[in-house]
Nanobody
């Protein structure tokens, strides 16, 4: 059974930082391109960052230069470092495949709230 467990969210002031983690209990996950998605209230889920199995990264324009995705293939972990956070970054953050059919079920996500 696929299990994706996101953690590390919280309440942070504008300009602050958080580090999100995703533990993926998926056989061979190190061979998959993985991504971080977010869903704000009333909006569709969007991909904000992706990383290939070899470590090549890509970012949505809204987060480029502020967020950094990384992975530890030995531990089946995917990280998202969030810096210079803005109120518009408030959302539930999820990890899953960056391309192709997503793993199911999705994890529960981790809530990020950026507010003063």
């Amino acid at each position: 059974q696929v299990q994706l467990v996101e953690s590390g969210g919280g309440l942070v002031q504008p300009g602050g930082s958080l580090r999100l983690s995703c533990a993926a209990s998926v056989s061979g996950v190190r061979f998959y391109a993985m991504g971080w998605y977010r869903q704000a209230p009333g909006k569709q889920r969007e991909l904000v960052a992706g990383i290939t199995s070899g470590g090549i990264t890509n970012y949505a324009s809204s987060v480029k230069g502020r967020f950094t995705i990384s992975r530890d293939n030995a531990k089946n972990l995917v990280y998202l470092q969030l810096n210079s956070l803005k109120p518009e970054d408030t959302a539930v953050y999820y990890c899953n495949r960056d391309r192709g059919d997503p793993f199911r079920p999705w994890g529960q996500g981790t809530q990020v709230v950026v507010s003063s």
